[in-house]
């Protein structure tokens, strides 16, 4: 219905598993290498488990379409089966005969071709879907079937796809034997807040977008709520809203867009209000929005620190700034020109020389100043966390920041004048660091998975604070700490590793001291 309005060859968000629109985020491509590594290594049995819609199908659909002719393939989508039945499929899926009823019968015919594939260099692999549903007979079937082997080889490689309760159900002391022989395990967690953006970039590419159809930063973050970054939730709120969209004639897909397809999509599926959780994150963006209403002047002691003259250019230069920016959009030409000498300007007035920006921060309220500072480079979202105030190495010199949040940037150039620069603005021209003063002696402990404590839960109360964590702090650093220890360190510009280093844990101390 949109696609012809959009540009589009096809819905880009279809719910069904079209291995085409595989988006490989970290978990997706290592699922996909243990489900390889297991094949090629005849390891035997392997699962994958996830969420409902966390891409489990297409992934299988996936690694079907990738495998080499040399390897022969039966794919069961509904195991609400008998264990004759399964057999019965797993035969056809072969491509040898099923018509039987007699369990030896197939299982004699599955045993030969799995011996002549064998011999012939080929490899066999059954992928059972859905496994969570799975009767005890059948699973007891299945772990069978493993036992079609050579001296050294297994002949059948079981992939043993499922939903969590998977796991639960081979936990039991009934399943251990089947539990037991279980190689290879691996869970796809759900996408995080920078996935889901990449996801859907991905998508709209492959389905033919060219970079006209744009969600914006707040809309993201609204469909990453609702939909906890697993993809079939993704896909049904961004189908949702780009019909909305198409409904009111805009390409650009707004907050006030993706609220509404929630609330449609909340209202056809759950016929229940939204959630309580959803409605606090709507408030605390609106109220973050209000405040931004209000912008505090310089405090005093600043202004006799960089003297009235700084405050006047302070003004003059805003007000070019502004005059610019609100010039009529001309050629591309025209609109380069104007940037390039935007940069010209913002250059020529920076602090040329390093030690000078070190002085001049160390004067300021506040200020202090050391040989050591951690270099990052921060989302400019988040640049209103970092400690106050610190240099900002530029193309072309250094400004002092005062402060940031969510529109402007304010900072101390080279003849001590200040200046507010527009957080477009700041991000879009410029090649910027922001260092910041670090003490390396301290913070020695790592912290990392399986470790608990009061530390580990002021971590995880920054990252929820920042909206980083998908669960409530508990004190446990467990797999969904890491993730989100990974988005804090992917924001502020640190190497991402999910690990709380010396440096990692500093600015996490620093943002704590600053929240509201």
Request: net charge neutral; glycine share 6%; charged share 25%.
């Amino acid at each position: 219905m949109f696609e012809q309005f959009f540009g589009l060859s096809e819905n880009p968000f279809n719910v069904t598993p079209d291995p085409k629109f595989l988006f490989l985020s970290k978990a997706h491509d290592e699922a996909l290498s243990y489900l390889r590594y297991g094949i090629e290594q005849r390891k035997g049995f392997i699962m994958i488990t996830g969420e409902v819609g966390a891409g489990k199908t297409t992934i299988c659909r996936a690694l079907l379409a990738t495998l080499p002719k040399t390897v022969r393939t039966a794919l069961i989508l509904n195991p609400a089966l008998s264990d004759i039945e399964l057999l019965q499929a797993i035969n056809q899926d072969f491509g040898i005969n099923a018509s039987t009823a007699s369990k030896k019968a197939l299982l004699d015919e599955l045993y030969e071709f799995l011996i002549r594939a064998f011999v012939n260099g080929e490899n066999a692999v059954l992928i059972i879907d859905e496994c969570q549903n799975l009767s005890p007979d059948v699973l007891e079937q299945i772990r069978m079937l493993s036992n079609l082997e050579t001296e050294k080889e297994k002949l059948l490689q079981i992939v043993l796809v499922g939903q969590p309760e998977l796991v639960k159900l081979l936990s039991s002391p009934a399943m251990k034997q089947i539990d037991d022989r279980i190689v290879l395990r691996y869970h796809i967690w759900p996408l995080n807040l920078w996935d889901t953006k990449s996801y859907i970039n991905h998508r709209l590419i492959i389905s033919g977008a060219h970079g006209d159809i744009s969600f914006s930063p707040l809309a993201l973050r609204f469909v990453y709520r609702y939909s906890r970054g697993v993809p079939r939730r993704i896909n049904a709120v961004a189908e949702r809203s780009l019909l909305i969209a198409y409904l009111r004639s805009t390409r650009r897909i707004g907050a006030r867009i993706v609220m509404g397809a929630i609330r449609e999509l909340e209202g056809n599926y759950t016929r229940r209000r939204v959630s309580p959780a959803f409605v606090s994150a709507v408030v605390g963006v609106l109220a973050v929005l209000a405040a931004l209403m209000i912008r505090p002047g310089l405090p005093g002691n600043l202004i006799d620190l960089i003297g009235s003259k700084g405050i006047a250019r302070d003004r003059q230069m805003a007000a070019s700034l502004d005059q610019s920016a609100v010039v009529p959009q001309g050629t591309p030409d025209q609109d380069r020109q104007a940037q390039e000498t935007r940069r010209h300007d913002i250059r020529g007035w920076s602090i040329r020389d390093y030690n000078t920006a070190l002085e001049i921060m160390a004067r300021l309220p506040e200020g202090i100043a050391g040989p050591d500072a951690m270099n990052l480079h921060p989302r400019p979202a988040y640049l209103k966390y970092l400690p106050m105030p610190a240099v900002v190495s530029m193309d072309g010199g250094y400004m002092v920041m005062l402060k940031a949040d969510a529109t402007f940037v304010q900072v101390v150039g080279g003849d001590r004048a200040v200046i507010e620069i527009p957080l477009d603005e700041f991000e879009e021209l410029y090649r910027w660091n922001v260092m910041i003063p670090y003490a390396k002696a301290l913070h020695e402990t790592v912290y990392t998975l399986n470790m608990t404590g009061d530390r580990v839960m002021d971590i995880q109360n920054v990252l929820s604070r920042l909206d980083l964590l998908t669960i409530e702090p508990d004190g446990v650093y467990g797999i969904e700490t890491s993730q989100g220890v990974e988005m804090f360190q992917e924001v502020f510009g640190l190497r991402r590793d999910g690990i709380v280093g010396p440096e990692t844990m500093v600015l996490v101390q620093n943002i704590r001291e600053r929240l509201p």
